[in-house]
């Protein structure tokens, strides 16, 4: 069964670079067939998107993030990373990665628990 | 930029009532990219819906969907103690790759 857990930092200061992680078990990022997201919600916010890796490894970002936001995908490990850098308090939330399901029209159907990060001083 | 705008904010019902949850587009969407899912305090977004009228995995069939261009509804009948939550939908843009949701609607426990 597919299982995603996100970690990393979990308070970072104003103008620094926030480092996530996303540990995929149950299937091979290399030979699924799938692609993956990085969402977030920030307090009291609506959820946002991050960015996207694609079935073929390409990666994109929200446009409003995309000077800031680096997506990596790291096969060997099996695992997803995102890097947002010069942060701010706006980018305190709750950071999620999940699978983009082709047979569902991308719908994201299997999340991670989350990991909070919190940009403070 | 696509805006998805759901309704109401609130929605305050009781066990075995019928709920109804809004979810307007600012822009007309391909219906197969609309998808609805579920949230409770401390827990992921968990899918419902995809394809607009699809039940994912697992999902009773006292949720159904219906809707296309602008206009989405999420109808979940016979509603039960655990199906008080926040409800989300969601629009997939593929060119380029893009999640975007609405802000939630909040079912409430009368």
């Known amino acids: 069964q597919l299982q995603l857990q996100e970690s990393g930092s979990g308070l970072v200061k104003p103008s620094q670079t926030l480092s996530l992680t996303c540990d995929v078990s149950?299937?091979?990022?290399?030979?699924?067939?799938?692609?993956w997201s990085w969402i977030r919600q920030p307090p009291g916010k609506a959820l946002e998107s991050i960015g996207y890796v694609s079935q073929s490894g390409t990666t994109y970002s929200n446009p409003s993030l995309k000077s800031r936001v680096a997506i990596s995908i790291d096969m060997s490990k099996n695992q997803l990373s995102l890097k947002v850098t010069s942060v701010t308090a706006a980018d305190t939330a709750v950071y999620y990665c999940a699978r983009a399901y082709p047979s569902y029209y991308y719908a994201l159907d299997v999340w991670g628990q989350g990991a909070t990060v919190i940009v403070s001083s | 930029e696509i805006v998805l705008t759901q309704s109401p904010g609130t929605l305050s019902l009781s066990p075995g009532e019928t709920a109804t949850l809004s979810c307007r587009t600012s822009?007309?969407?391909?219906?197969?990219?609309l998808a609805w899912y579920q949230r409770k305090p401390g827990q992921p977004p968990r899918l419902l819906v995809y394809g607009a009228s699809n039940r994912a995995s697992g999902i009773p069939d006292r949720f159904s969907c219906s809707g296309s261009r602008t206009d989405f509804t999420l109808t979940i009948s016979r509603l039960e103690p655990e199906d008080f939550a926040v409800y989300y939908c969601?629009?997939?843009?593929?060119?380029?790759?893009?999640?975007?949701f609405g802000q939630g609607t909040h079912l409430d426990l009368k």
């Open positions: 822009q007309s969407v391909n219906y197969n990219y």
């Open positions: 149950g299937a091979s990022i290399r030979t699924g067939g799938y692609s």
């Open positions: 969601q629009c997939f843009d593929p060119s380029p790759p893009t999640y975007t």
